[in-house]
Each structure stands twice: as structure tokens, then as C-alpha cells.
């Protein structure tokens, strides 16, 4: 599925990640406080596209921002309101 980021910027995130259970284990670690499985979360949500997305936001901010990548995650789940899954 594609997701829009922003105005310019688009990436495709493949149907089976929102099925993975690994992803919900991360991200309910890092909700628990355990910071270090958002490295987990990206890597599982983004998988072949985080290149890209990191240059994305090198090209914005000049540095792969916390904040940025923090906001995509959201984005993303706030695109996939609504949709089929």
C-alpha cells in the first residue's frame, strides 16, 4: 500500500507489515517505555522504503531527525484509518 508522508513524498509499505506481530511486540515495548525497540518498529514497518524515507528527512532537517521519523510512524497509522487491512 502507499502512503503519503507529505506533499512530496510517498512511500509503499507492504500489506503483510500491518499483519506482522512482531511490529505490535515492538511497538508495545516501546509504549512500556523500552526506547530502544523503536529501532525494531521502523526497521519492521518501513523495511525496504526506510532508505528512503531517511533521505527524505536528511533532505528536510540535514540529519535524520528523531522527531521526523517519530512523525512518519504516526502518519502512517493515521493514513490507515479507514482502510481495509
Known amino acids: ?4 508522508l507529505d506533499e512530496d513524498f510517498e512511500i509503499e509499505i507492504d500489506d503483510k507489515t500491518l499483519d506482522n506481530y512482531e511490529l505490535v511486540e515492538a511497538l508495545a515495548d516501546v509504549d512500556k517505555g523500552k ?8 526497521d519492521i514497518l ?14 528536510k532537517k540535514g540529519y ?3 522527531e521526523e521519523v517519530k512523525n512518519a510512524i504516526l502518519q502512517t497509522f493515521e493514513s490507515l ?5
Open 1 to 4: 500500500m502507499k502512503v503519503r
Open 35 to 42: 526506547t530502544g525497540k523503536l529501532t525494531d518498529a521502523v
Open 46 to 59: 518501513f523495511g525496504d522504503a526506510k532508505p528512503a524515507l531517511f533521505e527524505h528527512i536528511k533532505e
Open 64 to 66: 535524520v531527525s528523531t
Open 81 to 85: 484509518k479507514g482502510k481495509k487491512s
